[in-house]
């Protein structure tokens, strides 16, 4: 029997280590816990979040006898201070195929869920208001911006992979919105572009002289 015992902990042990560097890999955000099935108690607890001591009772006194998966979940609980845990269970066995322990690993999702609400509030702005018409009316980076990302969406193309010939074709189209009237907008429309001011100039000639 203690042969049997000292087996099983020599075992159950090879999955710390594990257990160690899960919790490092995603800390702070994950606690994983080695529980011995074999005594019901916690044997191992690393990066703790739940606040439980080693040799504090399991509660997993059905699964010693019950277990035909060897990975049950995600699932979620609720951690000691209300926040959501999504946690994934993984089952140990001894080399006859019997369940000796549990690693669970427990992620607080609830930080997570902060963070999304936070930026949710930031990106939805709850006090932006309508752009005011005399400020704006003379805009013409917003009104080339939104010109351009609409002639990409048509086209199905992207701002970075656009050839030498799409990039006339573009500066074409702007000429023809009359985007080139605001002062500047050549050298803007270069730079987002990524060609020379020269360039642009050229095309222009071109189109104006079409």
Same mark, same amino acid.
């Given at each position: 029997m203690a042969r049997g015992a000292a087996i099983r902990a020599r075992l159950l042990a090879r999955a710390v280590p594990m257990a160690d560097a899960i919790a490092a890999l995603l800390f702070p955000f994950a606690e994983v816990v080695v529980h011995d099935l074999s005594s019901q108690t916690i044997?191992?607890?690393? @990066?703790?979040? +739940?606040?439980?001591?080693?040799?504090?009772?399991?509660?997993?006194?059905?699964?010693a006898h019950s277990a035909s998966e060897s990975v049950i979940g995600p699932y979620e609980k609720q951690n000691w201070d209300g926040g959501r845990m999504r946690s994934v269970s993984?089952?140990?066995?001894?080399?006859? +195929?019997?369940?000796?322990?549990?690693v669970c690993i427990n992620l607080n999702v609830a930080v997570f869920e902060q963070a999304r609400a936070t930026l949710d509030l930031f990106v939805t702005g709850a006090r932006i208001v309508p752009q005011p018409a005399q400020l704006f009316r003379d805009d013409w980076q917003e009104r080339i911006n939104t010109f351009l990302h609409r002639w990409l969406s048509d086209r199905q193309l992207t701002l970075t992979g656009l050839s030498r010939e799409r990039k006339r074709e573009l500066i074409t189209a702007l000429e023809h919105d009359g985007?080139?009237?605001?002062? +500047?907008?050549? @050298?803007?429309?270069?730079?987002v572009l990524g060609i020379?001011?020269?360039?642009?100039? @050229?095309?222009?000639?071109?189109?104006?002289? +079409?």
């Open positions: 044997a191992h607890i690393a @990066n703790n979040l +739940s606040r439980r001591e080693l040799g504090d009772a399991s509660a997993l006194d059905d699964l993984v089952i140990v066995r001894d080399d006859g +195929s019997a369940p000796i322990g549990v985007a080139f009237r605001g002062r +500047s907008a050549a @050298n803007y429309v270069a730079s020379g001011r020269a360039t642009v100039f @050229n095309y222009l000639k071109e189109v104006r002289a +079409s």
